[in-house]
């Protein structure tokens, strides 16, 4: 069974149809591709698994469960997370207090909690977890830095860190490369290894196709919100249809 499964996927917008009758599956523990051409309905169709939008026909299903319609918050703490485009950050705070934010499904706490003290665990469990994640992405000694003043590399890697800081099984990554030149590139791809060889698929929307070809396991391709074609990064860079639509030729 895929840890997450696309059965017939449609979403509308009026008479605009974004996604199309789309199937596919992301096995857990691989990093899966997806591209497209602008307007193929990607960004959508991480809406619809992610919770944002409601898809108007079909079924998802994420470790066996159906999640179709789910508010995102209910989505999130069974682990599915995503990222977006631009960096969701809280600039005016420091790293540390970035993470922290990135921890609340963890920290839950309520009145009672409060009463009790049981919120006090909740918050240490918290700031170790923080601390944990930061060591883990190599941005321990930025924790008392504000985001601002993080280089764009390191404000992605951020974002990732926020992201892995509330344990999801299934990170949805919007992008992760935008606007990075060739070495944070590279810097980054290593940061997507480390965090799938640690348990966590990965799925991701991404333009830059020699950051795709590097790192992805396999890549689904869409085109005018319709499947075009799945396969290997070598398939897909071979396939007619996709050179014709998407990757043009040399």
């Known amino acids: 069974m895929a840890l ?8 509308r917008f009026g008479g605009l149809t974004a996604v199309r009758d789309l199937t596919f599956g992301v096995e857990e523990g691989e990093i899966r591709g997806l591209i497209g051409p602008n307007g193929a309905g990607k960004t959508t169709t991480f809406n619809v698994i992610s919770g944002f939008y409601r898809p108007n ?16 918050s209910r989505i999130a703490e069974d682990g599915l997370v995503r990222t977006f485009q631009s960096t969701t950050l809280f600039h005016e705070l420091t790293v540390f207090e970035n993470m922290l934010v990135g921890c609340h499904l963890r920290a839950r706490s309520g009145l009672f909690a409060a009463i009790l003290g049981a919120d006090r665990a909740r918050r240490r469990a918290a700031e170790e977890r923080a601390i944990e994640v930061l060591d883990f992405m190599g941005l321990a000694q930025r924790r008392d830095e504000l985001a601002f003043n993080l280089p764009h590399g390191l404000q992605r890697a951020l974002g990732l860190a926020v992201a892995l800081a509330s344990g999801p099984k299934l990170l949805l990554l919007d992008e992760p490369f935008a606007g990075m030149n060739p070495e944070e590139t590279r810097g980054m791809m290593r940061l997507v290894r480390k965090v799938r060889d640690e348990g966590v698929t990965v799925l991701l929307v991404e333009h830059d196709m020699q950051a795709v070809m590097g790192l992805c396991d396999r890549i689904t391709v869409l085109n005018f919100g319709e499947l075009l074609a799945e396969g290997s990064p070598q398939e897909i860079r071979a396939h007619p249809e996709v050179v014709r639509a998407y990757l043009g030729t040399a």
């Open 57 to 72: 026909a079909g079924t998802i299903r994420y470790r066996g469960r159906t999640i179709s319609g789910l508010k995102t």
């Open 4 to 11: 997450l499964e696309l059965d017939r996927v449609s979403k």
